[in-house]
Every structure is written in C-alpha cells, then in structure tokens.
C-alpha cells in the first residue's frame, strides 16, 4: 500500500506544454519535498513545503501545498527536454522518517 | 560541500559473500538514511541515523545491518543476501529540523547471484 500517491504515473509531451503532477495521501505530512531523479541517480531535492497553502516558485515550476497539508501539486510552464525525469513527492512524517510517493515519469519531447 | 559520496558504485555479490557499502558526507548533517530503490519503483526507507544512533528500521531483513562509526560515515554490512535484494542502494543525510531537507548520494547498484 502506497501512502503517497502520484498521478500520472507517466506524462509524455511536447516541449512547450504546460504540464500538473499531483502527490495525495489520507495522511498529514508535517512537511512535504519534491525530488526529481535521472537514471542511475540519487533524487535531487527541488523544493521543500512546511505550510499549508504554501507556493512556492522555481523558474518555471511552481509547487502548492494543500491547506489541509494532506497534498501537493507541482507544475511546470513550457516544459523543456531538460525537464525529462522521475519526479517525486516524499512526505515527512514523525521527524525523519520519510515516504516517497510512487513517482511521475516524465518524457517531454523536442 | 553538498556532496554525498558512496563506494562502490557497483557490487555484484554472490549469496554467500559478506561485503558493505560506504556512505560519506561533511555538511555536518546529524541525520542520514539508507534508502532502497527497484527498477521503476520509488525510494523506500531502510533505516535513519540520528546522532550516530539508530533511530529508525523500517523492519529490515538482519541480513542488513547499519552502521554509523562517526557523523560523516554510515556503513551497511550485507551478509547472505538473496537475488531479490538486488537493488539501487541510496544513502541520504540532512540536518535535523522542521525542512529535513536530504541530500543523496549517486547510489550503490547492487547485483546478488
């Protein structure tokens, strides 16, 4: 049983599409990160989300944090090749103890 | 220096053999992980470190076993492991509060024959 779960679990697009990825759990996360991994990679960490309702910016991606702290969205603008990953949610919960959510694979196409 | 360091990056190891991975990092961070990873599928959390103690194993086969010698090392001890065991092998640390914002390693890929 997943606790975190991402949907789509694949997204393949055009370069320039705007693009969601949602994280959604039954449970309250004291705070939520968002990963994205290439092949053969550790995850690497975008952002990390304490507040409900919380936005946060990164160049073209944006991450929410729902008021409840019981999901997350993450969204990107005009996606690049570069974008092209495993993106993650992971929920922490009880101090340290972290849930990766079951991952969005991204393609997007030149 | 955000860097986390593992070694080696590949292992392949037969079911008898006794052989371990090593995890490093100097940002100070008093929390680190281990983390398994199967093809396709996300992270799963192993065990957490917290102060050079052991503070969290997510029931764990014993053929597993951790080891924090100091804040900037985490070993994992492999001892008679089975095919399905093989597996991407991530370490992870981060500095304790609210954000835990962890830092990975490149992995371990792990082979049992």
């Known amino acids: 049983t997943q606790l975190l779960e991402q949907s789509p679990q694949f997204l393949s697009i055009q370069e320039g599409e705007n693009l969601t990825v949602y994280c959604n759990s039954s449970s309250v996360f004291s705070s939520l990160q968002w990963y994205r991994q290439e092949p053969g990679e550790g995850p690497v960490l975008l952002v990390t989300v304490v507040t409900g309702g919380e936005v946060k910016k990164l160049k073209r991606l944006t991450f929410q944090f729902g008021d409840a702290r019981k999901d997350s969205s993450l969204h990107i603008t005009a996606a690049q090749p570069g974008d092209t990953g495993l993106y993650l949610c992971?929920?922490?919960?009880?101090?340290?103890?972290?849930?990766f959510g079951s991952g969005t694979k991204l393609n997007v196409k030149p | 220096d955000t860097e986390v360091t593992q070694t080696p990056k590949h292992l392949v190891m037969g079911m008898t053999n006794k052989k371990s991975l090593k995890c490093e990092q100097h940002?100070?961070?008093?929390?680190m992980y281990w983390y398994k990873q199967k093809a396709k599928k996300p992270p799963e959390l192993m065990f957490v470190?917290?102060?050079?103690?052991?503070?969290i194993n997510e029931s764990v086969p014993s053929r597993f076993s951790p080891e924090c010698p100091n804040s900037s090392l985490l070993n994992l001890h492999l001892h008679a492991l089975q095919p399905e065991d093989s597996a991407l092998y991530l370490c992870?640390?981060?500095?304790?509060?609210?954000?835990?914002?962890?830092?990975f390693g490149p992995g371990t890929r792990l082979t049992v024959t």
């Open positions: 992971a929920g922490i919960y009880n101090f340290n103890k972290f849930y």
């Open positions: 940002m100070g961070h008093r929390a």
């Open positions: 470190y917290s102060y050079e103690k052991l503070s």
């Open positions: 992870a640390s981060s500095q304790e509060g609210v954000s835990y914002e962890q830092y």
